[in-house]
C-alpha cells in the first residue's frame, strides 16, 4: 500500500467553478499536512499546508483535514486557467515527506 | 524563493559513466533530499540527509550514493549510470518536523 494516494484524475473544470482534489495517507502517526502546485516542467512550489483537524483557508484555496479518516482534500475555488497544473499531496511522517503521483487539473475557459 | 540551486540543469551521459549532481542551500536548513520523478509514480525519495555526514536511504536508492560535507552541499552520485536512471531529479530541504520542504529548479538527467 502506497503512503499516499491521490486520484490520478485528470480534472476538468469550467473557469470559475470550484476543484476539488483529495488524498488519503497510511500513516496515523503523520503530523503535517502538504498541497503542492507543478507546472509543467517546472518544480513543485507549496501552495497550503495543515497540522491540524479542520479546515484552514487561504484565498482561493481551502485544506481540510481529518486525522480519524486519514484523508486530505484542497479546494480551488473561482478557478483560473492559471490553476491548471498538477496538484501533488505530501505527508511528513517526521524525516521523510511522501507524495502522491499528483492529480492534473484543467481549468477550461 | 528558497535558496537552492541545482546544477547541472541538464546533463546527457553515456550508460555506464559515474554522474554527480549537486544541490546547494543558502537556507541553512538541516534535511536535504534527493527525489527522482517519472511518469506515473510521482516523487520518489533516494535519499536524505539529516545532518552533516548523517545520510539515509530512500524508497528507490539501490544505484546511488550520497555525501554531505557541508551543511549547504547535498551531493548525489550515480555511480554507473543506466538508462532506468532516466529521470528528473529534485532537490529539497526542510526543518524537522511541522515544516514544509523547498525544492531546487531540478535536473533533467538523460542516460543513453
Known amino acids: 500500500q502506497k503512503e499516499v494516494e491521490q486520484n490520478s484524475g485528470p480534472l476538468s473544470v469550467p473557469e470559475g467553478a470550484i476543484a476539488s482534489l483529495n488524498c488519503t495517507y497510511s500513516?496515523?502517526?503523520?503530523?503535517?499536512f502538504f498541497w503542492y502546485r507543478q507546472y509543467s516542467g517546472k518544480s513543485p512550489e507549496l501552495i497550503m499546508s495543515?497540522?491540524?483537524?479542520g479546515d484552514k483557508e487561504d484565498g482561493r484555496f481551502t485544506a481540510q483535514l481529518n486525522k480519524a479518516s486519514q484523508y486530505v482534500s484542497l479546494l480551488i475555488r473561482d478557478s483560473q486557467p492559471s490553476d491548471s497544473a498538477t496538484y501533488l499531496c505530501?505527508?511528513?511522517?517526521?524525516?521523510?515527506?511522501?507524495f502522491g503521483t499528483g492529480t492534473s487539473l484543467t481549468v477550461i475557459p | 524563493d528558497a535558496g537552492i540551486t541545482q546544477s547541472p540543469r541538464h546533463k546527457v551521459t553515456e550508460t555506464g559513466t559515474p554522474v554527480t549532481l549537486r544541490c546547494h542551500q543558502t537556507?541553512?536548513?538541516?534535511?536535504m533530499y534527493w527525489y527522482r520523478q517519472d511518469p506515473g509514480h510521482g516523487l520518489r525519495l533516494i535519499h536524505y540527509?539529516?545532518?552533516?555526514?548523517?545520510?539515509d536511504k530512500g524508497e528507490v536508492s539501490d544505484g546511488y550514493s550520497v555525501s554531505r560535507s557541508k551543511t549547504e552541499d547535498f551531493l548525489l552520485t550515480l555511480e554507473s549510470a543506466t538508462s532506468s536512471q532516466t529521470s528528473v531529479y529534485f532537490c529539497?530541504?526542510?526543518?524537522?518536523?511541522?515544516?514544509?520542504?523547498?525544492f531546487g529548479q531540478g535536473t533533467r538527467l538523460t542516460v543513453v
Open positions: 529539497a530541504i526542510s526543518e524537522p518536523w511541522r515544516t514544509e520542504a523547498f
Open positions: 500513516d496515523r502517526g503523520s503530523q503535517s
Open positions: 495543515i497540522y491540524s483537524n
Open positions: 505530501a505527508v511528513n511522517t517526521g524525516n521523510q515527506f511522501y
Open positions: 537556507e541553512n536548513h538541516r534535511y
Open positions: 540527509s539529516y545532518g552533516v555526514k548523517d545520510t
